[in-house]
């Protein structure tokens, strides 16, 4: 299959957030452009330093997250020699406004504060980050700067959105597309994991990922070559990534995968590192049924200091992956490696460790079977609410909870902690989140009011201290997938979609409605509550999708 062009759009500013110095006719810049320099000269910008006092400085903010450059179209001033600017990018306007190496701004993996030289009467385009702001600074001593125009550039696949959720809450249905917009920001050359930092492949994250593209997008070859890479790269008994559940989540990708696109030749391709990965992750269980497993022993980073709880989650993640390599065993006629799966599984269930109280261990002990899930929802999950939910692991604790059946505690929960990013004025959802942050927080659409906490300078921990955090990161994204799963009620139980069962869980929703991609074309889905609290569904899909009701 042909490799799918990324496309290009350009996008003006739609506010001027902050001015200082000498600028005039700021408002210019708010008019979509052509991108064309022209000796007529109208309607410029004016950025005027004298030599002394404040520099010229604008700060535009282009009303939503995205990935791509900056294009800066110039008229004429005098003389017709280049200018040198300082332009900074901003996921919040704090960042755009920082300064490198405080509250940890920095040019890591995107180079995003810069000087550069503007051309006379010309046009020049900046490279790639993820941003929503952008500030730039006339640096000349003595100059005047002419702008025609600054438009970002939205460097994005063109690809339609075929998966779709609406319900009678209008919170639900604005965390669900902005789940699938984060996602599909981070879908350039390889599916990353944020798009400041993280433009990488890392194979946990890529699991509420992955999960979001076929709820939303279908097929998309940015799955399969994330999934090739993170292999080709990591020869055993190297763990994708260094971490040993990453190595395991590539297993229960591609379980996913198939189920969804019922490719078998593209399963039949892994089969060969399948095994190898399988007989590495047994030979790390002990005689006694425990994990032993060597590597960074990680979960997600809110959980990385509970040591108790890791390995209670590595002895589920172990469980979890060796299972659904014995369902890829039988499905790809490998008896072996079936059995030795089930066989590992059956002993590692003898020894159910303690969760410590983590919400993330408790989610995976649920789902691989260790504990039941009403026992961990009553004892850890439903402790607090949304308290110590997180933006990674967020994903597993809400299926856990449906597992449960507590499906309305679990929208209450994505109402609330993903709600809250939204109400700071996030456009996509972000690294980590903790609703500890919130009293006297600033929202970060706007500069940082006297007497408030900066949101995105002032918190986050581990390797995304301050303006190093990621407000665009695509493993938070599992509230989109979930609500389509679980309230528009879809699940795949026959490889490649050729069976879905609809059970919808609309608590207390009115409605909602959606679609649902499949290789063979899209299902819509409408399931009304009557008077009587019963639902009523109508489903629409093409006759090669068999569809199961509850």
């Given at each position: ?29 708010l ?31 282009f ?11 110039t ?30 701004a ?22 790639e ?18 702008l ?47 798009i ?19 709820a939303?997008?279908?097929y ?30 590539w ?35 002990g ?7 060597n590597?960074t ?9 509970n ?64 504990i ?16 110590n ?58 500069l940082?009011?006297e ?50 069962q609809?059970?919808p ?20 889905i409408?399931h ?9 569904s ?13």
């Open positions: 299959m042909a490799q799918q062009a990324i496309s290009r759009k350009y996008i003006a500013p739609v506010r001027i957030l902050w001015q200082q110095g000498e600028v005039k006719n700021s408002e210019k810049l008019k979509e452009g052509n991108g064309q320099a022209d000796l007529a000269n109208k309607n410029m910008v004016f950025l005027k330093n004298t030599g002394s006092g404040t520099k010229a400085s604008i700060l535009l903010d009303g939503k997250e995205l990935h791509g450059g900056l294009e800066v179209v008229g004429m001033w005098g003389p017709n020699k280049p200018l040198k600017v300082r332009i900074r990018y901003g996921e919040s306007a704090s960042e755009a406004m920082s300064e490198i190496g405080v509250k940890g920095t040019n890591d993996h995107a180079i995003r504060d810069f000087t550069a030289l503007l051309p006379w009467l010309g046009k020049i385009q900046f490279g980050s993820g941003f929503r702001f952008v500030r730039i600074d006339l640096l000349e001593e003595k100059a005047e700067l002419q025609k125009e600054v438009r970002a550039i939205y460097t994005y696949r063109d690809i339609p959105y075929l998966g779709s959720f609406k319900s009678s809450d209008e919170r639900l249905n604005k965390i669900w597309a902005t789940g699938a917009y984060t996602v599909h920001l981070n879908m350039q050359d390889y599916l990353w994991d944020g400041k930092r993280d433009r990488l492949v890392w194979v946990g994250d890529l699991h509420p990922e992955v999960s979001t593209i076929n939303v997008f279908g998309n070859e940015v799955v399969p070559k994330s999934l090739d890479l993170s292999r080709d790269i990591t020869p055993l008994p190297q763990w994708m990534n260094g971490i040993s559940t990453y190595s395991m989540w297993i229960i990708l591609h379980y996913d995968w198939y189920m969804q696109h019922g490719n078998l030749k593209y399963l039949k391709e892994q089969q060969p590192y399948l095994n190898g990965l399988v007989k590495q992750i047994i030979s790390k269980v005689e006694d049924h425990k994990e032993k497993m590597g022993r990680f979960l997600d980073w809110p959980s990385s200091e040591k108790p709880g890791i390995h209670a989650g590595l002895q589920a993640m172990t469980v979890w992956s060796l299972s659904t390599a014995a369902k890829l065993g039988r499905i790809l006629g490998d008896q072996e490696t079936e059995l030795l799966c089930i066989k590992a599984v059956n002993g590692m269930k003898s020894y159910i460790p303690d969760p410590n109280g983590s919400k993330q261990a408790a989610a995976l002990m649920a789902i691989a079977g260790l039941s899930a009403e026992k961990a929802n009553k004892e850890v999950l439903s402790v607090g609410g949304a308290a939910f997180s933006t990674f692991y967020g994903y597993y604790m809400l299926e856990a909870k449906a597992d449960a059946g507590d499906h309305q505690a679990a929208m209450n929960v994505i109402k609330e902690y993903w709600g809250a990013m939204l109400d700071l004025g996030a456009t996509t959802f972000w690294e980590d989140f903790n609703l500890d942050w919130l009293p006297n927080a600033s929202r970060i659409d706007e940082v009011p007497g408030k906490k900066d949101i995105h300078g002032d918190y986050g921990a581990y390797c995304y201290v301050g303006l190093r955090h990621s407000l665009c990161h695509g493993w938070a994204s599992g509230p989109t997938a979930w609500l389509t799963g679980h309230v528009l009620g879809v699940k795949v139980i026959e490889p490649g979609c050729k069976a879905l609809i059970k869980h609309l608590g207390d929703l009115t409605f909602v409605e959606g679609s649902y991609p499949t290789p063979y074309g899209v299902v819509k409408k009304t509550k009557m008077a009587d609290g019963k639902i009523k109508e489903i629409k899909g093409p006759k090669e999708v068999r569809i199961v009701r509850n």
